[in-house]
């Protein structure tokens, strides 16, 4: 069991409690929506997968841990949809720690190494690791940014969610328009403190996300980006807001292209033969085959050990142990693991949750989660990618109720 196990499970305890100690209408059933029954029914087909699984103790762990994590989401959208918790009480957090991550990630690439920050779950590393996620460039290797996550692609992840928060912050903060401003076409000099605060948060996030060196985060933030600004363009509240974001953003890029870009190119280039694409393609090849062969799922938490056992990866070509990962991408992952129906009704739950949802930035959250959730498995298997898609989950439920906090 892990430490954020436990957290979670006090995290549920401390619900009941202030559930029936101060707010007992928190569980009213006039709050069961349907995305609530398509959410149990998510539920029950990956428990039925469980009888189907080779090593059903192993399915019935990976099912406690899931049910842990559906719980803590419907708490958290309790407490959003009651006004317990509000909407940027939590995207404080997020940020704030999106900004911490950042600094760690950049201290790890000058540093070339770890900097012992074990006790907060950092990896020990280094470039000449094997199995240490680096970069090469010009005939050497880098390091790249880790911050105390277990991959960078799940340090790019939590920054885009560190990134979104801030842009909600950035578009939606109150300030006094002085009137010998209002002819100033970018609102330039309201509430500047405001304005340097964010923007320095912006720059730190993006910095740590350039530095996780995330292909996929990288466009992921890309498109997360252009859906805000064409968004709040488009609303006549949020235009100059919007409009500094922008020149903001661009004026960040430049620096980091300026500065950094001797690394970023040469990381932007894809080839189709290369290892991150090839071996993808052959997990979703994997993933295809074991949803055709098994419609019903080959056991939550079991698709890695099935395909072991069966021959499954050898057949692929993939014969060395290190090759024996997870399908990098969590639909067919979820298809092979509880089967095909288990990933329709989650399909249909997570189009209606974002269908439902009128707050423009946890809607990007959820999409661009969902987008990076394409190219890899953590969402699905790694604790800190659990936690990230769920809380968004948590938050998404909460934000579409009747009662909710503007976007």
Not at 47 to 60: E, H, K, M
Not at 228 to 245: A, F, I, N, P
């Amino acid at each position: 069991m892990y430490a954020s196990d436990i957290l979670l499970i006090l995290f549920l305890g401390l619900f009941t409690v202030f559930v029936f100690r101060f707010k007992a209408q928190i569980l009213n059933f006039k709050n069961f929506s349907t995305s609530h029954f398509l959410l149990f029914t998510f539920l029950f087909f990956a428990a039925v997968s469980i009888f189907l699984a080779q090593y059903q103790f192993l399915a019935l762990y990976n099912f406690a841990r899931l049910l842990l994590l559906v719980f803590a989401a419907l708490a958290i959208a309790a407490l959003i949809r009651d006004e317990v918790v509000k909407l940027s009480h939590i995207f404080g957090v997020i940020a704030g720690l999106a900004v911490i991550q950042s600094f760690i990630g950049f201290l790890q690439f000058a540093r070339q190494g770890s900097l012992g920050l074990w006790f907060l779950g950092e990896s020990v590393l280094s470039p000449f690791i094997g199995g240490a996620a680096k970069i090469s460039v010009a005939g050497g290797v880098l390091l790249r940014a880790y911050g105390t996550f277990p991959h960078p692609n799940i340090l790019a992840a939590f920054l885009l969610l560190g990134l979104l928060a801030l842009y909600y912050f950035w578009l939606n903060r109150s300030y006094e328009r002085s009137p010998d401003l209002e002819r100033n076409a970018i609102g330039l000099g309201l509430n500047p403190w405001s304005d340097i605060i964010i923007g320095v948060g912006i720059f730190i996030v993006a910095y740590g996300l350039i530095l996780s060196f995330s292909r996929i985060g990288w466009i992921v933030a890309a498109i997360g980006m252009i859906l805000t600004l064409v968004w709040t363009l488009c609303q006549k509240e949020y235009r100059v807001q919007s409009t500094r974001l922008f020149i903001i953003l661009f004026s960040i890029f430049c620096f980091l292209f300026s500065t950094i870009g001797w690394a970023i190119f040469p990381r932007a280039n894809i080839a189709a033969d290369e290892p991150a694409v090839t071996y993808r393609l052959s997990y979703n090849e994997l993933g295809l085959h074991l949803i055709k062969e098994n419609q019903l799922g080959v056991g939550v938490g079991n698709q890695v050990i099935y395909s072991v056992k069966n021959g499954a990866y050898k057949t692929l070509g993939m014969s060395e142990a290190w090759q024996w990962q997870p399908i990098h991408n969590i639909y067919l992952l979820i298809g092979s693991e509880i089967g095909i129906l288990g990933l329709f009704v989650f399909l249909v739950f997570l189009a209606l949750s974002i269908f439902k949802l009128e707050n423009f930035i946890p809607k990007i959250m959820l999409l661009s989660l969902l987008i990076f959730g394409l190219a890899d498995h953590f969402f699905w298997t790694l604790q800190p990618g659990r936690l990230m898609l769920w809380a968004v989950v948590g938050i998404v439920l909460g934000l579409t109720s009747d009662r909710r906090e503007s976007s």
